[in-house]
C-alpha cells in the first residue's frame, strides 16, 4: 500500500531547518532561550513523526513525489519516502536529536543559541538523506549534512578541532566528487536520476562499467561508514567534537553509509555488488579486528569508543556482504543497535568529562563509590556494546555472524569465524575500561579526575539515559518490532540478485501474513523465529 503526497515528510524533513533558521536571528545574548526553543522544536518533530510514521498502517510505504527541475537537461524530482528500509533509522534519527540537547545542556559554555540551530539544520539534513529517493536529491542532502557538522566540530570541538574538521570535510567530500561522476554518467544513460530507472539503464552496460560504476558508489558510503581503510577520519572527529556532535556523528552519520549501500548501491548494481562481496567482507573483517586491537590500547576513554565504532560498523557492512536475508537483517538492526549503544556512551563519557575535565582513563579509579547511579548506567550500556545476552548488542552480531557463517560464498565460514574474535576482543577492551575506571584504586591527587567528582547524575541526566537503557533491553528481548518492517524489502532485493543459497541451517526471521482491517495483508511484527533450511 502507497500514501502518495504524504505532506507530513515534508513538515519532518525541513521543520528543523525552518526553525533553526528562526533561532539564528534571536540576538546572541539570548542563548538560553535558544537552546530551550529548539530543544521543544526538536521534541515535538520526534513525538509527530513518531506518531505519523508508527501509527500507519503496517506495511504502508509513505511517499511524496513531485517534479522539481532539470540538470543538464536530466530531470530531478522532488521525492521522499518511508518504507521499511529507513523507517527505524528515521525514528532513530528524530529520537537522538532532542535527547542529545537534553544530555548536553550544560556542556557548552558559549554560543549555545547558534549550536542548538546548527543541530536543527543537522537533522534536516540527515531526515531528508534517509527519506530522499531521487539520487540526486540524496546527493543535495548527503553534502548538506557536512556543513553543521563541520562547524559544530571547527568551533566548538577540543584543542584540534580545526585539524579533525578539515579532514572530516575533505575526506567526505573527495568520496562524493567521485560519486557524483558517476551519478551523473549513469544518469544520463538512464534519462533521470530515479534508482529504477538508473539500475535498467545500468543492466545495458558492459560488466567493467558496472564494477567501476559501484567502486564509486561504495568509495562514498564507505567513508561515511567508515570502512577500513578509510577510517581514519573517524577517531580524529569524535574525540575533537563536542559530546552532542559526537553522539550523532556515531548515533545517525555513519548509519547513512551503510543505508547507501542497501538503498543504493547494492539495488543499482547487484551483479557488481556479488563480484565485490569477498573484497567488502575482507575489508569488514580486517575492520572489526583491527578496531578492537586498536581501541584496547587507548588511554582516553572518548577515543577508545571512536574506534570500537569502527569494530561495530564493521559488523554491519559483513552482513551486508554477505547477501543472505538474516545478515542483512543483522545489519539492518546492528546500525540501529550501535546508534543507541555508542550515542550513550558518548553520552556518559561527556557527562563525566563535564565534572571531571578529563577522559583519561588513567585519571580514574574507584568512580563506582563516588557515581554509584552514573556506574550502574556505564555498565548496562557496556554490557549492550559487547554484545551481552538479552541486550540489543547481542543479536545483530549473532544474525550477521550466522548469516556469514552459512551464506553460499566459500568464504563466509573462515571470515565468520575471524569476526567472532572482534566480539572476544571487545569484551576485553570495554571491561577493562571499566574495571580500571570505576573499581579500579581511587587516584587521590589533587587534579585527578575521580577528585573532582562530587555529585552523581542529576534527574535530567537520569532522564535522558533511562529511554537508552528501555531501547537496549527491548532491542534485545524482541529485535522483531525494529526488523518486521525491513524483512520484505531485504528478502525482495536478495531474491533480485540472485546471491548464493545458504548452506545448512540458518536461524531466519519469519513473517507471517496476517489480515489488517479493510483486507490488507501485512507482516505480523510480533512473529518469532523460525529455523529454514
Not at 412 to 420: I, K, N, Q, S, V
Request: net charge neutral; charged share 10%.
Amino acid at each position: 500500500m502507497t500514501w502518495l503526497n504524504s505532506h507530513p515528510l515534508t513538515f519532518l524533513t525541513f521543520a528543523p531547518a525552518i526553525l533553526g533558521l528562526l533561532l539564528l536571528l534571536l540576538p546572541h545574548g539570548m542563548g538560553k532561550l535558544t537552546r530551550m526553543l529548539a530543544f521543544l522544536g526538536a521534541l515535538a518533530v520526534f513525538v509527530l513523526g513518531l506518531a505519523w510514521l508508527l501509527g500507519r498502517p503496517a506495511g504502508m510505504v509513505l511517499v511524496e513525489r513531485a517534479p522539481w527541475f532539470t540538470l543538464v537537461g536530466l530531470p530531478v524530482d522532488y521525492s521522499l519516502a518511508v518504507d521499511g528500509l529507513n523507517l527505524w533509522l528515521v525514528v532513530l534519527t528524530t529520537f537522538l536529536v532532542p535527547l542529545t540537547m537534553l544530555g548536553t545542556w550544560n556542556s557548552l559554555k558559549e554560543r549555545i543559541g547558534t549550536f542548538a540551530a546548527l543541530f536543527l539544520m543537522l537533522e534536516t539534513g540527515m531526515l531528508g538523506a534517509l527519506m530522499a529517493q531521487d539520487l540526486f536529491f540524496f546527493y543535495l542532502f548527503w553534502e548538506a549534512m557536512l556543513i553543521p557538522m563541520y562547524f559544530m566540530i571547527g568551533v566548538w570541538g577540543g584543542d584540534e578541532r580545526r585539524y579533525a574538521a578539515n579532514k572530516f570535510f575533505l575526506y567526505t567530500l573527495a568520496g562524493s566528487l567521485l560519486w557524483l561522476v558517476a551519478l551523473l554518467y549513469l544518469a544520463g544513460k538512464a534519462g533521470g536520476f530515479t534508482p529504477a530507472l538508473m539500475a535498467q539503464a545500468a543492466s545495458t552496460l558492459p560488466f567493467s562499467v558496472q564494477c567501476w560504476l559501484f567502486i564509486a558508489f561504495a568509495v562514498a558510503f564507505a567513508i561515511k561508514v567508515p570502512l577500513f581503510p578509510l577510517h581514519t577520519w573517524l577517531p580524529d572527529a569524535h574525540v575533537q567534537a563536542p559530546t552532542a556532535g559526537s553522539v550523532i556523528l556515531a548515533g545517525v552519520l555513519l548509519k547513512l553509509g551503510g543505508y547507501g549501500f542497501v538503498r543504493f548501491a547494492i539495488p543499482i548494481f547487484p551483479q557488481a555488488a556479488m563480484h565485490y562481496a569477498k573484497p567488502i567482507a575482507l575489508l569488514s573483517v580486517i575492520a572489526i579486528v583491527y578496531g578492537a586491537l586498536v581501541a584496547m590500547v587507548q588511554r582516553d576513554i572518548k577515543k577508545l569508543v571512536a574506534y570500537s565504532s569502527v569494530s561495530h560498523m564493521g559488523f554491519v557492512m559483513l552482513g551486508l556482504a554477505s547477501m543472505t536475508v538474516i545478515g542483512t537483517q543483522g545489519a539492518m538492526l546492528q546500525m540501529l543497535n550501535h546508534g543507541v549503544s555508542t550515542g550513550a556512551l558518548f553520552l556518559l563519557v561527556g557527562m563525566v568529562y563535564d565534572r571531571a575535565h578529563t577522559r583519561m582513563i588513567a585519571d580514574f579509579g574507584g568512580v563506582a563509590v563516588k557515581m554509584p547511579v552514573f556506574t550502574a548506567f556505564f555498565l548496562i550500556v557496556t554490557l549492550s556494546s559487547i554484545g551481552l545476552p538479552l541486550t540489543n548488542g547481542f543479536v545483530g552480531e549473532f544474525w550477521i555472524l550466522n548469516g556469514t557463517f552459512l551464506s553460499g560464498f566459500g568464504w563466509g565460514r573462515l571470515y565468520a569465524c575471524l569476526a567472532t574474535s572482534g566480539v572476544l576482543l571487545g569484551a576485553v577492551y570495554m571491561l577493562w575500561m571499566f574495571m580500571r575506571v570505576f573499581w579500579g584504586p581511587e587516584n587521590k591527587d589533587e587534579d585527578s579526575g575521580t577528585h573532582h567528582l562530587h555529585t552523581d547524575l542529576n534527574a535530567r541526566e537520569i532522564a535522558v539515559m533511562l529511554p537508552l537503557v528501555v531501547l537496549i533491553v527491548w532491542m534485545g528481548v524482541h529485535p522483531r518490532t525494529f526488523v518486521a518492517a525491513s524483512e520484505a524489502p531485504v528478502t525482495a532485493l536478495l531474491q533480485e540478485i540472485q546471491a548464493p543459497a545458504p548452506r545448512g541451517f540458518v536461524l531466519k526471521p519469519a513473517i507471517h501474513e496476517a489480515q489488517a482491517p479493510g483486507g490488507e495483508s501485512h507482516a505480523s511484527e510480533a512473529a518469532a523465529p523460525e529455523v529454514h533450511r
